[in-house]
């Protein structure tokens, strides 16, 4: 089983910035695509970035293009999303995600993934 954990929200003010941290572990674990995905009170699950794991590919939402960035970090199995510039509409709980190999480029579908992280709150609010 692949275990998936996310740190790093918290509280900030508007124009402000944080860094999002996931691991991934388990023996099994081989992801095409490894993502960010976040969801406020009364909204559905939206898609924030993506990783390409093979060519380390970047994708982003409209709504967070050119102010968050996604990374790999310094493990294999590690990514960050440093967020910058943040705003009020940024609030929601983000969740870490991965998915296995396959043919689709679904990237930004949330049903697509296999494993996901528990979550972690940022709140954007002065």
């Known amino acids: 089983q692949v275990e998936v954990a996310e740190s790093g929200g918290g509280l900030v003010q508007p124009g402000g910035s944080l860094r999002l941290s996931c691991s991934f572990s388990g023996r099994t674990f081989s992801a095409q695509y490894m993502a960010w995905f976040r969801q406020a009170p009364g909204q559905e699950r939206e898609f924030v970035s993506a990783?390409?794991?093979?060519?380390?590919?970047?994708y982003y939402s409209e709504a967070v293009k050119g102010r968050f960035t996604i990374a790999r970090g310094g493990a294999e199995s590690t990514m960050f999303l440093q967020m910058t510039s943040l705003k009020p509409e940024d609030t929601a709980v983000y969740y870490c995600?991965?998915?296995?190999?396959?043919?689709?480029?679904?990237?930004?579908?949330?049903?697509?993934?296999?494993?996901w992280g528990q979550g972690t709150q940022v709140t954007v609010s002065s």
């Open positions: 995600a991965g998915r296995r190999w396959g043919f689709a480029n679904t990237y930004y579908s949330a049903r697509t993934y296999d494993w």
């Open positions: 990783l390409h794991t093979l060519d380390d590919g970047t």
